[in-house]
């Protein structure tokens, strides 16, 4: 018979596993099988078959890769280069311009792509040299590509979101909706703590000098770069929310029209097809087999009584409802500091997310904040993901303690972030409710 402590147990075999180097996926079909083998029999290893076979079945996450390669195509045949090209010419004569632009273009970059790595780096090849060029102060510039970049992690059509949908059953398109919300609130709060600081020390974040500013004409014209993918985002997400067409339906459409894309800028070669096939199967694979790990230990911690011993901590616990939903925040925060997005989705969501359901919690809203939690934790030092990203593309002189401090004012504006959506749920809701008449 399992101990009331059994589940716990799992848990630590987990991080004893992840700190010796080992993948989170097969750590966690290693620790369900034991754990099943011991305490049910060689039977319980079916439990593995079981998590297989549902994730293969499993239609919502054909839009995963779908949307990846969709990422890889437009970051390919530099579609970020266009679009900072065109805001960095309509913002240059504003202070902290040229950092507006970077966080605009990385929003933009998270609705054509929702792929984290595709911003950070995309951005900080090309948006970072420009703001040191002209003398930004190095931290708002870092902080700017961190924050921009990252906003695809948020902004639809981002995988998490498919992932917490496929896990929880609750609608991806309400998700896409209050993603919106929720992405433009975070950018706007980005972009008025970059203006507010130019302004008060220009030289913090300071204008383009008059003779590099872009005439209206040129202005006018660099609209024309951002115009399919603009075009490409109104059908992707506009179907979805308008329900012509489900997230994987519209994901397909979202790949063949990158590639009409780079076809009409006469940039799509074989090499490119190829090597987004290539990583994206990559990237599915590792997803793939993530979901089939945190399957089986979820069914595994829930079969030893996880579930229950969580459930029953969370309702004993001071505080009511408002206590549990803080607890919980700061568990997936602190997960996600460690493990990728997509695992801690599959490991802590299906936990979680029921309690806080049933403690009177909207389950779209959950949702939403948990999402805006994973993107704080993904610039979160030691090992938020979105670090390491920058710190691949930046000048030696640029180590990661300067980049986790740069962080720092991006973690305040998070919790700021995460702060009024939970006093005022209606920042994230109102569009949902609006399209979908949830």
């Known amino acids: 018979m399992a101990g009331e402590a059994t589940p716990l147990f799992m848990f ?35 439990i593995l078959v079981s998590a297989t076979w549902g994730t293969m079945n499993n239609f919502v996450i054909i839009a995963v890769p779908l949307f990846i390669y969709m990422a890889y195509i437009l970051q390919k045949t530099n579609v970020v280069e266009d679009l900072y090209d065109t805001f960095y010419k309509w913002s240059g004569a504003l202070r902290g311009g040229l950092a507006i632009a970077t966080i605009l273009v990385g929003a933009l970059i998270g609705a054509v792509s929702g792929v984290v790595a595709a911003g950070v780096i995309g951005l900080g090849l090309i948006g970072l040299p420009q703001m040191l060029k002209h003398g930004y102060n190095r931290r708002v510039a870092l902080g700017s590509v961190l924050g921009g970049g990252t906003l695809g992690q948020l902004i639809p059509p981002s995988t ?51 003779e590099e500013r872009a005439s209206w004409k040129e202005k006018l014209v ?13 059908i992707v997400l506009g179907s979805i929310l308008m329900g012509i067409a489900s997230p994987t339906e519209a994901a397909a459409f ?16 074989w090499e490119i097809v190829y090597s987004s096939c290539y990583e994206t199967l990559s990237v599915t694979a590792m997803v793939g087999w ?128 995460v702060t009024l959506i939970f006093l005022f749920p209606q920042l994230v809701m109102w569009l949902p409710k609006y399209l979908l008449n949830l």
Not at 193 to 207: E, Q, T
Not at 224 to 229: A, E, Q, R
């Open 254 to 269: 979202g790949a063949a029209g990158a590639l009409l894309i780079g076809m009409i800028k006469r940039r799509l070669t």
């Open 160 to 210: 998490n979101m498919v992932l917490y949908g496929a896990v929880t059953g609750v609608s991806i398109g309400g998700l896409f909706a209050g993603g919106i919300s929720a992405g433009i609130l975070l950018a706007s709060l980005y972009i008025i703590y970059v203006f507010v600081r130019g302004l008060l020390n220009p030289s913090f974040a300071p204008s383009l000098p008059p």
């Open 290 to 417: 993530m979901m089939i790990g945190a399957t089986a230990f979820g069914s595994v911690f829930s079969g030893l009584g996880g579930n229950a011993l969580v459930a029953e901590f969370a309702t004993s616990m001071p505080g009511g409802a408002h206590m549990v939903f803080v607890v919980a925040a700061l568990f997936v925060f602190f997960m996600g500091m460690f493990l990728e997005p997509g695992a801690v989705i599959f490991l802590a969501v299906p936990i979680i997310a029921p309690i806080l359901a049933k403690l009177g919690f909207e389950p779209l809203w959950i949702g939403l904040v948990i999402n805006v939690i994973l993107q704080t934790a993904y610039i979160s030092p030691p090992f938020g993901f979105s670090l390491f990203y920058l710190k691949g593309c930046t000048p030696d002189s640029i180590d990661i303690v300067e980049i986790y401090k740069s962080s720092v004012p991006l973690l305040l504006l998070q919790a700021l972030c």
């Open 222 to 234: 660099s609209l024309k770069s951002i115009l399919l993918p603009m075009v490409l985002i109104l």
């Open 12 to 46: 630590l075999a987990l991080f004893a596993l992840l700190v010796t180097g080992v993948p989170i996926a097969f750590s966690l079909a290693a620790i369900a099988i034991v754990f099943s083998y011991l305490f049910w029999g060689p039977g319980a290893l079916n």
